[in-house]
C-alpha cells in the first residue's frame, strides 16, 4: 500500500503559488510558513510598526495538515486495535502480582506501572508511528507470543484467571484500551511521523481516530445505569441536569479557549463551535428525555438510525458534505447537530447489546462467561456482516454524519476488542494491571489531561517541523507525563468511574 505523502497540503488562495507536492527537505514548507506568518501579522496590524503575535502562527497550516484526508482500510484499522489489546493481554502474562500488593508501597507500585508501560503504552506508540508498516507484521508476532507464553505457563498448571468479575474485569481493560489509543491519537496526528491515513476522514472512509468519538459514546452505552438496570431515585430532570451540566462547562470550557487561544480547529469535524463535549451531553440530554428498559432500547435505536439515514439518502447528506454555511446555529454546526440522531441511536443500540451480553435476567450477578463469549462472538460477526452490506449498497461509511454504516462498523469493531480480552480470561497473571487501573477509575480525568497537555505541546512546538526522531521523544515524554500523573491520582486515592 502507498502511503501518502506527509507534507501533503491542500491548497489554498493563500498558497496557489507554490506546489505541495514538490517540497524538498522542508524548504518550500518552511518558505510558505513564513509567508503565512508574515501575511497575517501584516492584514491584522493597526499600523506599520507594530505587527500582533498569534499564540499559534500556523493555525491554518495545521488545520491543512489533517483535512481533506482519505483514511485507511477497516482491515487495517482493526490489525491497529487488535495490537493494543495483544498488547495488553501479553503484559498480564508476565504479571506476578494483584494490584493490592503493588500498592503496598508507592515504589513498588511504580515499578509495576513501569513495566505496565513498557509491555503496553511504548509498543503502541511505536506501532502507531515508526512501526505503522508492520501493522500486520506486529499483529501476527504479538499473537505467536501470546499463544507460546499461555503454553508455557499452562504447562506448569498454575492457576488462571476466573471468577465472578471476570466480564467486568474484561469490560475495564476494554475501557481503557479505547483511551489509551485516544490519549496517544490526540497529539500524535499533530506530527509528519504519525500516517496520514490513520488522521480522521474528511467525507467517507474509515480510520484509526474515526472512532474515537463513536467509541467513547458506545464505551459509556456499554457501562451505563440502564445497561445495568440500576433506577435512580433521581427525576429524570434533575438525572439529566447531574450528568449533563458537567459536559456542557466542559464543552464552553473547550470553545472559550480554543477562541481565545487561536487554537486550530477542523471545522469539518463538528461544526464552527459544537465540540466532543457537546455531542455527549446531547446524547446524554436525549437518552434522559426518553428514557426506554434496556431490553427495549435497541428497538428504538435501530428505528432512529434507519430513520436517520433514509434522511441522510434523500438529500440531507449532502447538506453536511458541503462547505457551504449560513450565520445561524445550526448552519454553522450542521454536522454536531444532525450527528447526534447517530450518535444516539449508537448509544441506545450498545445499552441493549451490554444488557444482553452482561445483565439479562442477572440483577445482581452477572452471565456466565461461556455464554457472554458465545453471544459477543455472534454479535461481532453479525455486526461485521451489516457493516460489509450497508458499506456497499447503502452508503459508505461517514464519521461526520454517523450515518447507519458507520455506526455498525463502531460498535463491529468495540465488540472485536471486547471479545478477544473475553476470549483470554482463562489468561494467567492478575486480574487488573496498576496502569489499567489508574486510568479506568479516572477515565475522564485521564482525557482532561492528555487534552491539556496537547493543547500545551502543540502551543510550544511547530510540530508539523519536527524530525521523526525528536517526534518520537516528545510522544513518549508527553505518554509519560500523562501516566505519571494519573497513577498518583489514583495513588492518593482519587476515584471517578462508572461501575
Same mark, same amino acid.
Given at each position: 500500500m502507498v502511503k501518502p505523502n506527509p507534507f501533503t497540503i491542500v491548497e489554498s488562495t493563500r498558497f496557489s503559488a507554490f506546489d505541495p507536492f514538490k517540497v524538498k527537505n522542508g524548504v518550500w514548507l518552511k518558505a510558505l510558513i513564513f509567508c503565512n506568518k508574515f501575511t497575517t501579522a501584516f492584514s491584522n496590524s493597526s499600523s506599520m510598526d507594530s505587527f500582533p503575535r498569534s499564540l499559534n502562527p500556523n493555525k491554518h497550516l495545521r488545520e491543512q495538515f489533517v483535512s481533506n484526508l482519505p483514511g485507511s482500510s477497516?482491515?487495517?484499522?482493526?490489525?491497529?486495535?487488535?495490537n493494543v489489546a495483544l498488547l495488553m493481554?501479553?503484559?498480564?502474562?508476565?504479571?506476578?502480582?494483584?494490584?493490592?500488593?503493588?500498592?503496598?508501597?508507592?515504589?513498588?507500585?511504580?515499578?509495576?506501572?513501569?513495566?505496565?508501560?513498557?509491555?503496553?503504552?511504548?509498543?503502541?506508540?511505536?506501532?502507531?508511528?515508526?512501526?505503522?508498516?508492520?501493522?500486520?507484521?506486529?499483529?501476527?508476532?504479538?499473537?505467536?507470543?501470546?499463544?507460546?507464553?499461555?503454553?508455557?505457563?499452562?504447562?506448569?498448571?498454575?492457576?488462571?484467571m476466573e471468577g465472578p468479575n471476570a466480564s467486568r474485569a474484561s469490560i475495564s481493560s476494554y475501557r481503557v484500551v479505547t483511551m489509551f489509543i485516544t490519549c496517544l491519537c490526540i497529539l500524535a496526528v499533530d506530527f509528519r511521523i504519525y500516517p496520514r491515513e490513520y488522521a480522521k476522514t474528511e467525507t467517507y472512509g474509515t480510520s484509526l481516530m474515526d472512532l474515537g468519538v463513536g467509541s467513547f459514546v458506545l464505551m459509556n452505552a456499554v457501562t451505563?445505569? =440502564?445497561?445495568?438496570?440500576?433506577?435512580?431515585?433521581?427525576?429524570?430532570?434533575?438525572?439529566?441536569?447531574?450528568?449533563?451540566?458537567? $459536559?456542557?462547562?466542559?464543552?464552553?470550557?473547550?470553545?472559550?479557549?480554543?477562541?481565545?487561544?487561536?487554537?486550530?480547529?477542523?471545522?469539518?469535524?463538528?461544526?464552527?463551535?459544537?465540540?466532543?463535549?457537546?455531542? $455527549?451531553?446531547?446524547?446524554?440530554?436525549l437518552t434522559s428525555i426518553l428514557n426506554v428498559p434496556a431490553e427495549y432500547s435497541g428497538i428504538l435505536g435501530s428505528v432512529i438510525l434507519v430513520g436517520? =439515514?433514509?434522511?441522510?439518502?434523500n438529500g440531507l447528506n449532502v447538506y453536511l458534505l458541503s462547505n457551504e454555511r449560513g450565520t445561524d446555529v445550526i448552519s454553522r454546526n450542521k454536522e454536531g447537530?444532525?450527528?447526534?440522531?447517530?450518535?444516539?441511536?449508537?448509544?441506545?443500540?450498545?445499552? =441493549?447489546?451490554?444488557?444482553?451480553?452482561?445483565f439479562e435476567n442477572h440483577t445482581t450477578k452477572q452471565r456466565s462467561k461461556h455464554e457472554t463469549r458465545i453471544r459477543i462472538c455472534l454479535l461481532t460477526i453479525m455486526f461485521w456482516i451489516l457493516t460489509l452490506l450497508i458499506d456497499r449498497y447503502v452508503e459508505r461509511i461517514s464519521r461526520r454524519m454517523c450515518n447507519l454504516a458507520y455506526v455498525t462498523w463502531v460498535v463491529a469493531q468495540n465488540l472485536q476488542v471486547l471479545a478477544l480480552r473475553l476470549l483470554a480470561d482463562n489468561i494467567i497473571g492478575c486480574k487488573t494491571l496498576c496502569l489499567e487501573r489508574a486510568f479506568d477509575r479516572n477515565l475522564l480525568a485521564s482525557f482532561l489531561v492528555a487534552n491539556l497537555l496537547t493543547g500545551l505541546v502543540n502551543l510550544?512546538?511547530?510540530?508539523?517541523?519536527?524530525?521523526?526522531?525528536?517526534?518520537? $521523544?516528545i510522544l513518549v515524554s508527553y505518554s509519560l507525563?500523562?501516566?505519571?500523573?494519573?497513577?498518583?491520582?489514583?495513588?492518593?486515592g482519587v476515584k471517578y468511574k462508572f461501575w
Open positions: 477497516m482491515l487495517e484499522v482493526s490489525a491497529l486495535l487488535n493481554l501479553l503484559r498480564h502474562t508476565f504479571c506476578s502480582q494483584t494490584v493490592n500488593d503493588a500498592c503496598r508501597s508507592l515504589k513498588s507500585y511504580l515499578a509495576s506501572v513501569a513495566l505496565d508501560y513498557v509491555f503496553i503504552v511504548l509498543p503502541t506508540l511505536l506501532i502507531f508511528t515508526v512501526l505503522a508498516e508492520w501493522v500486520y507484521i506486529c499483529m501476527i508476532g504479538l499473537l505467536f507470543l501470546l499463544i507460546f507464553f499461555t503454553a508455557v505457563k499452562r504447562t506448569y498448571s498454575l492457576p488462571y451505563s445505569r =440502564q445497561a445495568r438496570k440500576i433506577k435512580s431515585s433521581m427525576s429524570w430532570w434533575k438525572a439529566a441536569f447531574k450528568s449533563t451540566t458537567p $459536559l456542557l462547562l466542559l464543552g464552553f470550557a473547550r470553545l472559550a479557549s480554543t477562541l481565545s487561544l487561536d487554537y486550530q480547529v477542523h471545522v469539518g469535524e463538528y461544526g464552527v463551535n459544537w465540540n466532543f463535549f457537546f455531542t $455527549l451531553a446531547g446524547v446524554s440530554i436517520y =439515514q433514509s434522511w441522510l439518502t447537530i444532525f450527528s447526534l440522531f447517530g450518535y444516539w441511536g449508537m448509544y441506545l443500540v450498545g445499552v =441493549q447489546v451490554s444488557y444482553y451480553l452482561f510550544s512546538v511547530d510540530t508539523i517541523f519536527v524530525s521523526p526522531l525528536s517526534a518520537v $521523544l507525563t500523562l501516566c505519571f500523573v494519573m497513577v498518583l491520582v489514583d495513588f492518593s
